[in-house]
């Protein structure tokens, strides 16, 4: 479809389309898309006796009498009739023209919901129109759709924009999905579901509609969903254009270090290190998420990667979240690299100032074969040499800017560094094929052999005693403990000053223990620093808020608790637990919840009893609460869906990846238009 300004249709200046682009309506086929969030039947008239409280409604009746009320509210209140009763119109905010105008013995049709009265039911602001004969035409031929609004546009205008766009452009518009393809797929033309979803028939299922589940709203779902698709295939194509150093043969230096590691591989780091490899060998850049349960060892596949790139003469960036958990990944490096005579360099925010001097060097000139750290590798004054490999942990926890910024110190305009993300999310297939399919994804799918699983018990809080001496006997064998605060409140400080209570609590009741205290209202360089002082075995006791969600391995750590267990998602809880057990000792973790458990807390905490399985879990959460978190960084650098919902639409998922090949097998020229209909990106955006 050509595209046009707003300003191109008629009542659309200047003022309004900047309104207007608030909702994300930038052109005229905008406007198309702005789909109702609801309907409004005012397609046939409700006698007044007919009315439910609580149910919209079209009444046609005459005005009886017009009065201002003064109680403890004024208001101005219209009584009207028809053959069947009487109804109480009122009106908190009026003016006295608006007053004058109900004149007695005048008819007037209204639309509201009724609600009771004092006395009678009667309909708070509703919509009307006053007229001195019966009204001609009082309804409407089809449902009256209702648009997200914004400041400074009302309901009635948005719906006059779109009724006139239709008029305007929707006749002329062309099928953005060949016949071929709809006849195949056997799907109604995209236009003929805009059109029914802005104007349905009196006779359509509302509630179909309200669930998002009516036949055109699914219609419209599926090519939202193929698009996406297709939008992240084309920008694994666009990737392709570019070139990247290719990393041949096996490598040396993996060689020397794979027999020093102390422990075999398990066959599924095996199988994702030789995907990588594959994919490092190309000459073009890779881009490939390694997913992997907590402890499942993506590190060391890792490690497998960056000496591959480092024995081909390239460097290695690695970027973590935090200061803390890029230091575990130095002293990870650093241990196993520099008995193989290799030199890993880490970058953070606090280092002093003569070694910062020393560390840019070393990464400039190229003799710093690795460098390790947070943000401060993608700053301005950081120069690789010769950057091949970049390496992100939890990419989720980073914003697409600083990601970009990164890649952008080993890219120009026809190569770039191959990258690798890791994450302890898992993620469904289903979900993968359409929101990733710009990514290639690997999983580290099975748990070092010999590893003992977190043994989990479920507790009511007022077991807390019996709690209590068991972090006695733990501490008493030299042992440590997290407990957990979770973040019920939304408030930063509340949640500090409820960790701050549990804390005085537990050191009033286990006096002999040293407890810390880590929160997120601490700077930075604080909660490094406790945690740091935690690892070394400084405190016994750590009372944390979730901040330690994503955090660093302190192999002493034997126990967990988390208290209002039945607060937290399943794969929230699966990653705190996934803090201890990373020792020799066995370890465990009680969930106390506050009784009595909803039926949905009860199934959570029992599946956690008895699964350690984060890919079992992860799958059983985004049934109970979607994908929002999942997919949000996905949708960063595209844009949210306007119709699909990916967890409720999941069963299209599949038909929406095989609509996409067929398009792109068999009408290669449909693609553009059809992803550019559905998603406005920046490409660059969407490449990280």
């Not at 609580?54 to 004024?74: N, P, Q, T």
């Not at 808020?545 to 660093?552: M, R």
């Not at 984060?614 to 996905?634: M, N, S, W, Y």
């Amino acid at each position: 479809m050509e595209s046009h300004p707003l300003t191109s249709l008629r009542g659309i200046g200047p003022q309004l389309a900047s309104r207007l682009e608030r909702l994300g309506i930038r052109e005229p086929r905008d406007l198309l898309f702005h789909l109702p969030i609801r309907y409004q039947d005012r397609t046939r008239v409700t006698p007044i006796g007919g009315l439910r409280p609580g149910v919209d409604a079209v009444i046609v009746g005459r005005i009886e009498l017009a009065d201002v009320h003064y109680g403890r509210r004024r208001s101005l209140l219209v009584q009207i009739s028809d053959e069947t009763g009487l109804l109480t119109l009122r009106f908190f905010h009026f003016s006295q023209q608006q007053q004058r105008g109900f004149i007695r013995g005048h008819w007037i049709c209204c639309f509201g919901d009724a609600r009771p009265g004092p006395g009678r039911l009667e309909m708070v602001h509703p919509e009307y129109r006053i007229s001195k004969s019966p009204p001609e035409s009082p309804t409407r031929e089809s449902l009256t759709p209702v648009y997200p609004a914004t400041e400074g546009i009302g309901p009635n205008l948005i719906r006059s924009l779109v009724g006139d766009a239709l008029n305007r452009i929707g006749a002329s518009c062309e099928e953005p999905i060949p016949s071929q393809a709809r006849e195949r797929f056997d799907l109604a033309g995209t236009w003929d579901a805009i059109r029914y979803l802005h104007q349905p028939p009196p006779d359509t299922d509302t509630s179909a509609l309200s669930e998002g589940m009516h036949p055109m709203q699914r219609r419209l779902a599926l090519e939202e969903l193929t698009a996406h698709r297709l939008a992240l295939l084309g920008i694994r194509k666009q990737r392709q254009v570019l070139s990247a150093p290719a990393f041949q043969g096996n490598s040396a230096l993996w060689k020397r270090l794979e027999p020093r590691l102390g422990f075999t591989l398990t066959g599924a780091q095996q199988r994702v290190i030789g995907e990588i490899l594959e994919d490092l060998g190309r000459d073009k850049p890779a881009l490939r998420l390694i997913q992997g349960d907590v402890g499942s060892g993506k590190t060391v596949v890792a490690a497998a990667a960056a000496l591959h790139a480092i024995d081909a003469g390239y460097q290695v960036a690695l970027m973590a979240p935090t200061e803390l958990l890029a230091e575990q990944h130095r002293n990870n490096f650093v241990q196993w690299f520099e008995a193989i005579g290799i030199d890993v360099q880490w970058l953070v925010g606090k280092l002093p100032a003569a070694e910062r001097r020393r560390t840019l060097g070393a990464i400039s000139s190229g003799d710093a074969s690795m460098a390790v750290g947070t943000h401060a590798l993608f700053q301005e004054q950081v120069s690789f040499n010769r950057l091949g490999l970049i390496i992100v942990d939890e990419q989720h926890r980073f914003g697409v800017n600083q990601r970009l910024a990164l890649r952008g110190k080993g890219e120009n305009d026809t190569t770039a560094p191959h990258q690798l993300i890791m994450s302890a999310t898992p993620i469904p297939r289903s979900l993968a094929m359409i929101f990733y399919a710009d990514l290639d994804v690997s999983s580290v799918d099975e748990l070092p052999p010999g590893r003992k699983p977190v043994n989990t018990v479920v507790m009511p809080d007022t077991r807390r005693e019996e709690i209590m001496r068991r972090i006695d006997a733990v501490c008493a064998k030299e042992q440590q403990v997290y407990w957990v605060c979770p973040l019920i409140e939304e408030s930063e400080k509340l949640q500090a000053q409820a960790a701050t209570e549990t804390r005085s609590v537990l050191a009033s009741q286990l006096d002999s223990l040293r407890i810390g205290l880590v929160h997120g209202r601490l700077k930075a360089a604080e909660k490094d620093r406790i945690m740091h002082a935690f690892r070394e075995g400084e405190y016994d006791l750590l009372v944390a808020t979730t901040v330690i969600e994503v955090g660093v391995d302190v192999p002493n750590a034997s126990l967990m608790v988390i208290e209002n267990a039945e607060r937290l998602g399943l794969a929230q809880l699966h990653q705190l637990r996934g803090r201890v057990g990373r020792g020799a000792e066995q370890a465990n973790c009680v969930l106390l919840y506050k009784p009595p458990l909803g039926r949905q807390a009860k199934e959570r905490l029992a599946l956690l009893r008895e699964s350690n399985d984060g890919f079992v879990i992860a799958q059983k959460d985004l049934e109970q609460r979607g994908p929002g978190e999942l997919l949000g960084t996905r949708q960063t650098g595209l844009q949210q869906m306007r119709i699909a919902d990916p967890w409720r639409d999941r069963d299209l998922l599949s038909l929406a990846g095989s609509l996409a090949d067929n398009l792109q097998r068999h009408h290669p020229d449909a693609v553009d238009p059809l992803v550019s209909q559905w998603i406005r990106r920046t490409d660059a955006y969407a490449n990280v």
